[in-house]
T-cell receptor, first 113, second 115 residues
Framework: QKEVEQNSGPLSVPEGAIASLNCTYSDRGSQSFFWYRQYSGKSPELIMSIYSNGDKEDGRFTAQLNKASQYVSLLIRDSQPSDSATYLCAVTPSGGSNYKLTFGKGTLLTVNP | SAVISQKPSRDICQRGTSLTIQCQVDSQVTMMFWYRQQPGQSLTLIATANQGSEATYESGFVIDKFPISRPNLTFSTLTVSNMSPEDSSIYLC????????????FGPGTRLTVT
């Protein structure tokens, strides 16, 4: 059973701080990695995808991937109260279809004004 | 990304009945999927909806319980059959766009409560 692990949180940070969200995965051959944001009562929204080792930046978001350590993270700079949500890490399996996303259980982030 | 709609947005159903959920996309997409998100849990893939052929189900999900149709490249339905309270969940469709990536985008979801 391929697994994706995240700290459930809640992770609480003050407004303006950096929020760091972490994810580990068990399938060493995974190739594609995604971060989704899910507000309470809403569906997941794709915010970042990363495929290669290293950092990928998009505005206030930075995704970091380390395939050797089977670790992917999301940094949110200058956190805002509107960033308060559950962040889901998702991974595609090795071999076969690249579309079968396996999700972690998510980390609840609270940004305090 | 595409605009994805689902109907109904929510429903309350009685045990033993069936509910069909519709997913409509505003552009043609190759891949459509159905997920379930049980209360307080993450998302679990139910099946891949294949256009013109039978859906591909994940372990633990069977066609008799979750029949799926995909008559064209913009539309799919998921039926939850012979419902029990354990089927109370949010059901989400997702699509993968034809852009050479495997990014998936989700519809707004259908919140189902079975009494």
């Amino acid at each position: 059973q391929k697994e994706v692990e995240q700290n459930s949180g809640p992770l609480s940070v003050p407004e303006g701080a950096i929020a760091s969200l972490n994810c580990t995965y068990s399938d060493r051959g995974s190739q594609s990695f995604f971060w989704y944001r899910q507000y309470s009562g809403k569906s997941p929204e794709l915010i970042m995808s990363i495929y290669s080792n290293g950092d990928k930046e998009d505005g206030r978001f930075t995704a970091q991937l380390n395939k050797a350590s089977q670790y992917v993270s999301l940094l949110i700079r200058d956190s805002q109260p509107s960033d308060s949500a559950t962040y889901l890490c998702a991974v595609t399996p090795s071999g076969g279809s690249n579309y079968k996303l396996t999700f972690g259980k998510g980390t609840l982030l609270t940004v305090n004004p | 990304s595409a605009v994805i709609s689902q109907k109904p947005s929510r429903d309350i159903c009685q045990r033993g009945t069936s509910l069909t959920i519709q997913c409509q996309v505003d552009s043609q997409v190759t891949m459509m999927f159905w997920y379930r998100q049980q209360p307080g849990q993450s998302l679990t893939l139910i099946a891949t909806a294949n256009q013109g052929s039978e859906a591909t189900y994940e372990s633990g999900f069977v066609i008799d319980k979750f029949p799926i149709s995909r008559p064209n490249l913009t539309f799919s339905t998921l039926t939850v059959s012979n419902m029990s309270p354990e089927d109370s969940s949010i059901y989400l469709c997702s699509v993968a766009m034809d852009r050479g990536t495997d990014e998936q985008y989700f519809g707004p979801g259908t919140r189902l409560t079975v009494t």
